[in-house]
């Protein structure tokens, strides 16, 4: 559910990162860093709740009469009840896109706007499986808004170079198309039918043939649109990204390769 990184990890992803943001500054995009949690209201925006409720994870406080108890006898069992918090504000963060969007919200762009942020994301999952499925995870993204080419050019190009990039280092990775588990098949209408918007092409590089450890994402204008974020010609802009499960990286490349720590960095930096 929760996994800490040893030195020789915390190496790793470093050397990971650096190829990640490596490709980021070579594609022209700003580096970005981002507040830790979200707000409920832009969320909301996006039907985040309506679609993903199981998934979500709120930020809250004790309230006022819960201080007062604690204060003076502590915490007794594993957990805070729901009725000593107060009402949550603030949500936890499941993929490191969202802030871009709402950071964009209300502008007009005159080029396209390419941005790369990397967050710790958080899901409610029905079960969790080391580090290849986790209740708090690092994901690093690699974001283009603008007008339906630039996105699409944007997201083509980062697909060909993860393929050779997995060529090149020797990882069976293949290229598999992903249902998108929150629409709900032959419905037509409401907020499902209007998320399913966001992953009408959403491809997965699985290695193993089940560990998805990167995606390409074409999202259309959804964000654009609920986010009012518009083009040079006044039209809502359309958004993609390419996103990066560092934890899930880690995983296979240790599965995978009977390499030390040190054969692993240079690996991935070699190509």
């Known amino acids: 559910m929760l996994a800490k990184l ?6 790793l992803r470093a050397a990971l990162e650096t190829r990640f943001t490596g490709w ?10 981002y507040p830790p949690l979200v707000p409920v209201a832009d969320l909301e925006r996006i039907d985040y ?3 993903f409720p199981h998934l979500a ?42 802030q871009v969007y709402f950071d964009l ?7 396209p706007r390419r941005v790369t ?32 080419d630039a996105v699409r050019d944007h997201l083509s190009s980062y697909k060909e170079l993860l393929t050779g990039y997995f060529a090149a280092l020797g990882l069976p990775v293949k290229v598999a198309p992903a249902a998108d588990p929150f629409f709900e ?3 037509t209408g409401g907020a499902r039918a209007l998320m399913a918007q966001l992953f009408p092409v959403k491809e997965e590089f699985l290695y193993d043939g089940t560990l998805a450890i990167a995606s390409v994402n074409f999202h259309r204008n959804f964000f654009g649109e609920r986010c009012d974020i518009r083009t040079a010609d006044g039209t809502h802009a359309y958004t993609g990204c390419v996103a990066f499960g560092i934890e899930r990286w880690i995983s296979a490349l240790t599965t995978h390769f009977e390499l030390s720590n040190a054969e692993l960095c240079e690996l991935v930096l070699a190509h």
Do not use: K, W
């Open 117 to 148: 942020t990397v967050a710790t994301c958080f899901r409610r999952e029905e079960h969790y499986d080391g580090l290849r499925r986790l209740l708090g995870f690092s994901m690093r993204e690699i974001v283009c808004v603008g007008d339906r």
């Open 105 to 111: 919200a209300g502008q007009q762009l005159d080029q």
């Open 49 to 51: 709740f309506r679609n």
């Open 6 to 11: 040893g030195p020789d990890l915390v190496r």
């Open 185 to 187: 098949p032959g419905e």
């Open 57 to 98: 994870l709120l930020g809250s406080g004790l309230n006022g009469e819960a201080v007062t108890r604690y204060g003076d006898a502590g915490v007794t069992g594993p957990a805070v009840p729901a009725t000593a918090l107060t009402d949550p504000a603030y949500a936890l963060p499941s993929a490191a896109c969202y």
């Open 24 to 33: 980021a500054a070579e594609s022209g995009a700003a580096a970005m860093l």
